[in-house]
């Protein structure tokens, strides 16, 4: 499991350019949608020889709407809440101010492991200024220059020290192979009362793992017949008041479901317009190449108009997943949850599916054969053969003469011909070109 690494402090200080340091080019994604550009607010990075997942608070909560760094408060209560480890940046120009003083009394009394950095001090005068920020009362505050990458190394090894020793994966043979379910979704959509339909009676603690600084706790479930664990439920079932609201502990929240689930229901409150927030949970599941389902819930309060246009309107919003499924349901009256219980079924199978051989020869001869890439640029790519080189996610490659010159158009085409022809229901499809000199 990766630790989650939260950054805070007030609007302006270098949160996100502090970031975009750290994560570099893991900022790109690549998948089988159109390339929309979305708003990234977390990032995988790798520092000193750790993944870490990186979230910049400060981008939940645009400094246009907080210019007096209110919502700082807001954001480092659901970072002690939510990450294993925080970050809080300071202007190391200027004096520190009450919000820094609130934000700070917050931290020190959380037993999270927390760095201070006094940033901006781009040289050895301005670091001397940082100085005046000892006022607040912490041991060490680390002088950087996130612009000019001044000491970040060392604050990246003092970061890494801190985190929780990686943890093994649980050793809970009973449940390998099971089916790995999680319910993401904005506060209130209806997480825990879907939670309770699909545990009812066999909800039982399976595995409250220690050695994390978050508890994470599975339930193990049966679905359409199938046992399954919906994990990290915790946050789920434990209501605590960063719930109600603050979008970076939801988000961080769901990035840990995420990462350990194989199929994620992203729960939608179909009474409602599907939001920004909606979209970023779908495209964190997407982005980490999961099976997603679209859970639009409450269907019991939606009149026979509404209930048609709903899913349509659901599929608007998040285009950029073509794939992922939409089920109406509501936990209240148990509509629908039959058919989102086949449904996660039918995509976890799919995210573990292993195409044989023949079958994708057959595909290459039907499909590829029969609709070629156009040329580009007075190349014709001339394609030779295509394998399935993992699972869960599917990725799949086909072996080409010329692969920079097969077009985005048509990798995309390829992925939903692969998607059709061998039901690959609700899940990306990764499809890379690779090249190789004609034998
Ligand atoms: P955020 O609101 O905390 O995310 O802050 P930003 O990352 O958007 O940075 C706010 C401003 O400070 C921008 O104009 C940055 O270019 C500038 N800035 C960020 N880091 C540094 C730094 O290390 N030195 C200097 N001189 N300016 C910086
Ligand atoms: P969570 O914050 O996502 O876990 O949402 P909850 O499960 O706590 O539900 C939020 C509110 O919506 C509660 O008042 C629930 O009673 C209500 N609710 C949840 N599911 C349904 C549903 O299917 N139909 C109706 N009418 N209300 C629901």
Same mark, same amino acid.
């Given at each position: 499991?990766?630790?989650?690494?939260?950054?805070?402090?007030?609007?302006?200080?270098?949160?996100?350019?502090?970031?975009?340091?750290?994560?570099?080019?893991?900022?790109?994604?690549?998948?089988?949608?159109?390339? *929309?550009?979305?708003?990234?607010?977390? %990032?995988?990075?790798?520092?000193?020889?750790?993944?870490?997942?990186?979230?910049?608070?400060?981008?939940?909560?645009?400094?246009?709407?907080?210019?007096?760094? &209110?919502?700082? *408060?807001?954001?480092?209560?659901?970072?002690? !809440?939510?990450?294993?480890?925080?970050?809080?940046?300071?202007?190391?120009?200027?004096?520190?101010?009450?919000?820094?003083?609130?934000?700070?009394?917050?931290?020190?009394?959380?037993?999270?492991?927390?760095?201070?950095?006094?940033?901006? %001090?781009?040289?050895?005068?301005?670091?001397? *200024?940082?100085?005046?920020?000892?006022?607040?009362?912490?041991?060490? $505050?680390?002088?950087?220059?996130?612009?000019?990458?001044?000491?970040?190394?060392?604050?990246?090894?003092?970061?890494?020290?801190?985190?929780?020793?990686?943890?093994?994966?649980?050793?809970?043979?009973?449940?390998?192979?099971?089916?790995?379910?999680?319910?993401?979704?904005?506060?209130?959509?209806?997480?825990?009362?879907?939670?309770?339909?699909?545990?009812?009676?066999?909800? %039982?603690?399976?595995?409250?793992?220690?050695?994390?600084?978050?508890?994470?706790?599975?339930?193990?479930?049966?679905?359409?017949?199938?046992? !399954?664990?919906?994990?990290?439920?915790?946050?789920?079932?434990?209501?605590?008041?960063?719930?109600?609201?603050?979008?970076?502990?939801?988000?961080?929240?769901?990035?840990?479901?995420?990462?350990?689930?194989?199929?994620?229901?992203?729960?939608?409150?179909?009474?409602?317009?599907?939001?920004?927030?909606?979209?970023?949970?779908?495209?964190?599941?997407?982005?980490?190449?999961?099976?997603?389902? $679209?859970?639009?819930?409450?269907?019991?309060?939606?009149?026979?108009?509404?209930?048609?246009?709903?899913?349509?309107?659901?599929?608007?919003?998040?285009?950029? !997943?073509?794939?992922?499924?939409? &089920?109406?349901?509501?936990?209240?009256?148990?509509?629908?949850?039959?058919?989102?219980?086949?449904? $996660?079924?039918?995509?976890?199978?799919?995210?573990?599916?292993?195409?044989?051989?023949?079958?994708?020869?057959?595909?290459?001869?039907?499909?590829?054969?029969?609709?070629?890439?156009?040329?580009?640029?007075?190349?014709?790519?001339?394609?030779?053969?295509?394998?399935?080189?993992?699972?869960?996610?599917?990725?799949?490659?086909?072996?080409?003469?010329? =692969?920079?010159?097969?077009?985005?158009?048509?990798?995309?085409?390829?992925?939903?011909?692969?998607?059709?022809?061998?039901?690959?229901?609700? *899940? =990306?499809?990764?499809?890379?070109?690779?090249?190789?000199?004609?034998?």
């Amino acid at each position: 499991m990766t630790p989650i690494v939260a950054i805070v402090g007030r609007p302006n200080v270098g949160k996100s350019t502090l970031f975009n340091r750290f994560a570099g080019q893991d900022l790109a994604i690549v998948f089988d949608e159109p390339g *929309v550009t979305r708003e990234r607010h977390y %990032a995988d990075a790798h520092l000193h020889g750790r993944d870490i997942t990186l979230i910049d608070t400060g981008g939940f909560d645009p400094l246009s709407k907080d210019p007096l760094g &209110v919502g700082i *408060v807001r954001h480092v209560e659901a970072a002690i !809440a939510e990450a294993d480890a925080i970050l809080c940046i300071l202007d190391g120009t200027a004096p520190p101010t009450s919000a820094d003083r609130e934000a700070v009394a917050l931290l020190r009394r959380s037993k999270k492991p927390v760095l201070y950095a006094a940033n901006k %001090a781009d040289d050895q005068n301005k670091a001397l *200024v940082a100085n005046d920020l000892y006022t607040l009362g912490v041991d060490r $505050i680390f002088p950087i220059s996130a612009t000019h990458g001044r000491g970040l190394h060392e604050l990246e090894a003092s970061l890494v020290a801190l985190l929780p020793p990686p943890a093994g994966e649980p050793s809970d043979d009973e449940n390998k192979g099971l089916p790995r379910v999680a319910i993401v979704g904005r506060p209130n959509a209806g997480k825990s009362s879907l939670f309770n339909r699909l545990a009812g009676e066999e909800r %039982a603690l399976v595995d409250a793992r220690p050695g994390t600084t978050v508890d994470t706790v599975d339930t193990r479930v049966v679905l359409a017949g199938q046992a !399954a664990i919906l994990v990290d439920t915790a946050g789920v079932r434990r209501k605590t008041k960063v719930d109600t609201g603050v979008e970076s502990a939801s988000v961080m929240r769901a990035i840990r479901a995420v990462g350990r689930a194989d199929v994620v229901v992203v729960l939608c409150d179909a009474t409602l317009p599907v939001a920004e927030q909606d979209a970023r949970l779908l495209g964190l599941a997407a982005d980490r190449g999961r099976a997603v389902i $679209i859970g639009l819930s409450k269907a019991d309060l939606l009149d026979r108009d509404a209930r048609s246009k709903v899913s349509q309107a659901a599929r608007d919003t998040m285009h950029f !997943a073509t794939w992922a499924t939409t &089920v109406l349901l509501s936990a209240r009256t148990g509509e629908g949850v039959a058919e989102l219980e086949k449904t $996660i079924v039918t995509a976890y199978q799919a995210f573990h599916r292993r195409v044989g051989t023949g079958e994708l020869n057959r595909f290459f001869r039907d499909v590829l054969e029969r609709t070629p890439p156009p040329t580009h640029g007075g190349k014709a790519p001339r394609l030779y053969y295509v394998t399935q080189a993992e699972t869960a996610p599917p990725v799949f490659v086909v072996m080409c003469n010329a =692969p920079e010159a097969v077009k985005a158009s048509y990798q995309r085409f390829v992925a939903n011909q692969i998607r059709k022809f061998f039901g690959f229901d609700y *899940v =990306p499809v990764l499809v890379h070109f690779r090249g190789r000199t004609k034998k």
